[in-house]
């Protein structure tokens, strides 16, 4: 950090997205909410061919979470990316050894709306904390409706076959382990779909992580 940004952070100290106190240095959190952030039990949700696939979440959907994941309307970048540096710093390390960082892309048109995708940030910021190289190796195939507006079977159909493997996915080795990132799991059907379509790449792992799970019914139909 240069004297100019030191000078600027005494001038105008970050603020905890959550609660509005001090936050850490370079952070959007501070550390009593840092400290509220408690894992929860991965979920395991089944894929085609008999393979099942693990969801790590940093926590539930909840206090600074939900405050971390909605910031996403805001197009807060550097939330987007501080969520990621905690994911990279938090999740365990046998779901961080892979070869691959992959987000769960948007469509383009949610793209265009929204201006960023959350999802890519939080991949991007975790490939640059650990080291790993990050590959968007998934597109949208169609657009999806909002997942809250469908009842639990229209929410599968509506995302089964949404997505394809990008053209340059075909340089990844047969066997690569693969982490997909994604901001939010509710129902869990999208990264169940996008995993599913990672699956022709024959990679020998695909883990997915999430910044928060929504458990139980607490505010999990708000969005996705
Ligand atoms: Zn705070």
């Not at 992580?209 to 996705?224: D, K, P, T």
Request: aromatic fraction near 8%; charged fraction near 20%.
């Amino acid at each position: 950090m240069n004297v100019l940004q030191n000078v600027l952070r005494i001038i105008y100290p970050d603020l905890c997205f959550a609660c509005r106190e001090l936050a850490l240095p370079g952070e959007v959190l501070c550390l009593s909410c840092l400290g509220t952030i408690k894992p929860v039990a991965s979920r395991l949700l089944p894929l085609r061919k008999r393979q099942t696939l693990a969801v790590h979440a940093l926590g539930a959907y909840d206090g600074a979470l939900h405050k971390l994941v909605v910031a996403k309307f805001r197009r807060s970048f550097p939330t987007a990316q501080a969520a990621g540096r905690i994911m990279a710093q938090l999740l365990p390390e046998d779901v961080t050894d892979v070869d691959y960082i992959v987000p769960v892309p948007l469509h383009w048109w949610r793209y265009a709306n929204r201006g960023y995708n959350q999802a890519v940030e939080m991949a991007k910021a975790m490939s640059q904390e650990l080291n790993i190289p990050y590959r968007p190796l998934l597109m949208r195939r169609k657009f999806t409706k909002f997942q809250y507006l469908l009842s639990r079977d229209d929410r599968h159909s509506n995302v089964a076959d949404v997505f394809a493997l990008r053209k340059d996915a075909a340089d990844v080795v047969v066997g690569a382990r693969i982490l997909l990132i994604d901001d939010l799991c509710t129902t869990g059907v999208t990264l169940q779909a996008a995993a599913n379509t990672l699956q022709q790449l024959q990679p020998s792992t695909i883990i997915a992580a999430v910044c928060a799970r929504a458990i139980g019914q607490s505010r999990s139909s708000h969005f996705l």
